[in-house]
């Protein structure tokens, strides 16, 4: 009997990886990839454009609800970053900035701009076979995925990957201010009143720390494929 198509949410902090095993995951799989935090990025950078203050809960949950924002993989066995648009115009690679992302994880905390994204995200995988990940995805988003993941990983290591992301794109970034910005990050994400960052309880806790990307994914499909088979049957 053909195996079931799952949702699989991955959640955990920031720099834990999420992004590169969704990727890896979904390619393997031959599911879809669905980058929430683009979409974060994407309502920021929009905000930023329009002069919307970060404190402006109102402004930025109505700039949200008028925001369209497409998500496509060119290749779907692809691993690379998904095109993002944002009302048409593609922003893939102006939303990977530092000062988008910091700004993103304000907006991200802003109650009304959450409804709006997470109904977006809940129909984009309400049909299955699709890879989720973000920082809400099995404790909100998608609270009966079928595989929940929880990545985790040391704040230096994480910091490290981030610096390292940075260095690769030419920005210049420091190490020791790239960590500090993990440790603001991990606070204001535990710390916001709509949906902070928590592990479900039926998560798999995955530390990356001492693992390889290629490692994580392969035990993360290995799993889907049991879970898959096993209610396939």
Do not use: C
């Not at 402004?59 to 008028?66: I, K, R, V, W």
């Not at 190490?175 to 440790?183: G, I």
Request: net charge neutral; proline share 3%.
């Amino acid at each position: 009997m053909t195996a079931r198509k799952l949702i699989i949410a991955i959640d955990g902090p920031v720099g834990s990886g999420k992004s590169t095993l969704a990727r890896r995951v979904a390619a393997l799989m031959g599911y879809t990839y669905i980058d929430t935090g683009a979409m974060y990025r994407s309502v920021a950078l929009k905000a930023q454009r329009r002069g919307v203050a970060l404190e402006a809960s109102g402004e930025l949950a109505s700039l949200a609800s008028e925001t369209r924002i497409d998500l496509r993989q060119q290749n779907p066995a692809a691993e690379g970053p998904q095109q993002v648009l944002l009302d048409g115009e593609d922003v893939t690679a102006l939303i990977r900035s530092p000062e988008v992302a910091q700004a993103a994880s304000r907006v991200a905390m802003v109650a009304g701009v959450r409804k709006v994204l997470v109904a977006e995200q809940r129909r984009a995988g309400e049909s299955g076979g699709v890879v989720m990940e973000g920082r809400d995805i099995g404790s909100v988003v998608f609270p009966d995925a079928q595989l929940k993941i929880f990545l985790t990983a040391s704040p230096e290591i994480r910091a490290q990957r981030r610096w390292r992301e940075h260095q690769q794109k030419g920005d210049a970034i420091d190490l020791a201010r790239t960590l500090e910005e993990v440790h603001e990050r991990d606070q204001r994400d535990r710390e916001r009143a709509s949906s902070p960052l928590v592990r479900a309880k039926d998560a798999v806790v995955v530390d990356s720390t001492a693992m390889e990307a290629e490692e994580v994914a392969r035990l993360v499909v290995l799993l889907a494929n049991r879970l898959a088979h096993g209610q396939a049957s």
